[in-house]
């Protein structure tokens, strides 16, 4: 090939380029437009509760809307918190920690154990057991809270810790996550090998499946947690004392108080600042736990 | 597959005996329950005239219209945003990718509750002075989502800020998963991003977005704490959606034998609307493939190559 036309080549691509590059720059300032307008929108009401828990009430209903006040008001709000109903807010959080962590470990531990159990082995009434566990991802779990609620009473089990973690480690979608998660992540032989190795079903479950199978013990652990933590319809069923609820209860009932709490002004710093605190942990957790998540819900979306 | 007899039962026990308490047996107890009403402390067998009574509960089936109406109006103008954020996001104009997927997926770590009372507060003209700028278009006053007729609108948003994200997120791991090959056999057809995004992606998103938006009308059908929370902030009517009727009969009335009656039909309501969702959209799949096909092939003149590598990954979605 000789020099010249090699040459020519490139400014004929040079100039295919360029008239394509305009088109191409509109169409990139539009899509980053529409995804900088659409990142504010998902961004504004917590860059608000960012502003708004630094404010007093007087503050926040005279200073401008986004701003910073001149005035941190901030550990004011924070002592506030921190004293008001004898530090009732950091009881709430413990609770919280309690009911996410408790039914996300003995969710996911329950859940793994069906699901291989699904996977794994033949037995008489499986593919009914399968069917009713992919039947039940259709009913609602807030539909059944009223029953489970009668369920719990008749347990004796209304205003416990237990009460309330129970009906949360049961996880049909758990179930069919892990079932289908050991299918393809764990081969037969690895079975056969333990087995030919002396190990138990048990001995084979704890020792070679579970380590296998972490990536998805994660994801089912972090799933169950963040729906717990995120519950609410379930606590409010079956807790009628102050001292047993997760934030998401006492932060809605702070807001029913809200100018009736009889403490001479109204509740707005505390209910900000609390639920700042509440959400804000899992905000810093979430860019290094997002993939972790996506995998398990991206089934959910694919999933029957 | 191992055959043994008595382990795979014992690895099942936890999950059954939980399952049974806390899912089964609630659900054939507040069947029962519906059977009887309660007098004075005695429980008396009525038959079906609980359910009777429901069938012609206005309040609840007005309840029921109201999710419906919301249901219909919300996911869909979530999962078309959802598509379209995802689509972008699929494509090549859009820079730090990364960064705007864990943006628009924040807020599903958000407890609804707390979005609620956050959008709550927005929601008010003397907290939120921004609403005065929507003056003009409604007759000198500031927009009021907290509005009796605005209301569902308000809490409209605030689902839509909360699982946006959410079935983005979804739609993008399905994209992510299409075989490579398939994009540069459009490309070799001469399709452009449009037409790629158009004939090959969406086809292939179909059972997700079938899939999404089965959960979200379940989950519309279900509406409670956005309510429930904007309730103490505005007023709302103890009958606004079907679960806080059944909340409120059974815990400001004490009437748990008629919210019994209440929680079955809504279960049963739910299963029958995402039932015959799903087979309204199977049958008509099969009918629309083929018209894609047809008209992908003379539109775009997309080759034989594209379109067997379309039905194939149909098959593996």
């Given at each position: 090939m000789s020099l010249r036309s090699n040459s020519f080549t490139t400014t004929n691509l040079q100039r295919q380029n360029h008239s394509k590059s305009k088109k191409e720059r509109i169409s990139t300032s539009f899509s980053m437009i529409l995804m900088i307008v659409m990142a504010a929108y998902f961004l504004f009401p917590l860059y608000w509760l960012l502003v708004a828990m630094t404010k007093s009430t007087n503050q926040l209903f005279?200073?401008?809307?986004?701003a910073f006040p001149e005035h941190l008001n901030l550990m004011a709000n924070l002592n506030w918190l921190n004293s008001y109903q004898d530090g009732m807010f950091w009881r709430w959080v413990l609770n919280s920690v309690i009911y996410a962590v408790g039914a996300g470990l003995l969710g996911t531990l329950v859940s793994s154990m069906a699901g291989y159990s699904l996977a794994k082995y033949v037995f008489k009434g499986k593919n009914f057991l399968t069917v009713s566990v992919l039947g039940s991802l259709?009913?609602?779990g807030a539909a059944l809270a009223i029953p489970v609620f009668l369920m719990i009473k008749s347990l004796g089990l209304i205003n416990t810790y237990a009460g309330v973690l129970l009906p949360m480690i049961v996880n049909p979608f758990g179930v069919y996550f892990m079932m289908v998660f050991i299918k393809e992540s764990m081969p037969n032989e690895l079975i056969d090998s333990g087995r030919v190795d002396g190990a138990s079903d048990y001995g084979i479950f704890f020792r070679i499946a579970l380590p296998i199978i972490r990536p998805g013990l994660v994801t089912l652990f972090l799933i169950t947690f963040i729906g717990s933590w995120n519950n609410f319809f379930l606590p409010l069923v079956l807790l009628n004392k102050t001292s047993l609820y997760p934030l998401t209860v006492g932060l809605q009932i702070w807001t029913a108080n809200l100018?009736?709490?009889?403490?001479?002004?109204?509740l707005y710093p505390l209910i900000l600042i609390g639920s700042f605190l509440s959400i804000l942990p899992m905000l810093i957790m979430f860019p290094i736990l997002r993939k972790h998540i996506v995998s398990g819900i991206a089934m959910g979306g694919v999933k029957s | 597959m191992v055959k043994i007899r008595r382990v795979p039962y014992i690895f099942l026990t936890p999950f059954l005996i939980l399952f049974a308490l806390f899912f089964v047996f609630p659900f054939v107890y507040s069947l029962i329950l519906s059977l009887f009403v309660n007098i004075q402390g005695e429980y008396k067998f009525v038959g079906l005239t609980n359910y009777l009574t429901a069938w012609e509960d206005k309040s609840f089936w007005y309840a029921i219209y109201r999710v419906a109406y919301y249901g219909v109006v919300q996911v869909t103008i979530m999962l078309v945003l959802a598509l379209v954020l995802a689509l972008f996001l699929d494509s090549?104009?859009?820079?730090?990718k990364a960064l705007f997927r864990v943006i628009y997926f924040?807020?599903?770590?958000?407890?609804g509750v707390i979005a609620a009372i956050m959008w709550g507060f927005l929601y008010s003209p003397d907290l939120n002075p921004?609403?005065?700028?929507f003056a003009s278009f409604t007759g000198?006053?500031?927009?009021?989502?907290?509005?009796s007729g605005t209301v569902l609108y308000g809490i409209m948003n605030m689902a839509t800020w909360a699982w946006t994200g959410y079935n983005m997120t979804i739609y993008f791991a399905s994209l992510t998963s299409i075989p490579i090959e398939l994009y540069d056999a459009a490309k070799i057809d001469g399709c452009n991003e449009f037409q790629t995004a158009w004939h090959i992606k969406l086809p292939l998103l179909k059972q997700v977005i079938v899939m999404t938006t089965v959960l979200s009308i379940i989950g519309s059908l279900q509406l409670f704490n956005e309510p429930y929370v904007l309730s103490s902030l505005t007023s709302i009517p103890a009958t606004f959606t079907p679960n806080m009727d059944i909340y409120n009969m059974a815990f400001?009335?004490?009437?748990f034998t008629y919210s019994a009656t209440l929680s079955i039909t809504l279960v049963l309501i739910t299963f029958i609307a995402s039932l015959l969702f799903m087979y309204a959209t199977s049958e008509r799949t099969t009918a629309k493939k083929k018209k894609i096909r047809n008209t992908a092939k003379s539109h775009t003149g997309l080759s034989a190559s594209t379109m067997s590598y379309t039905g194939e990954g149909e098959k593996t979605l």
């Open positions: 005279n200073t401008s809307m986004l259709m009913i609602p100018n009736a709490a009889g403490t001479g002004q109204p | 090549r104009y859009v820079k730090n924040l807020p599903y770590a958000v407890p921004i609403l005065n700028i000198g006053k500031p927009l009021n989502l907290l509005d400001a009335y004490g009437n």
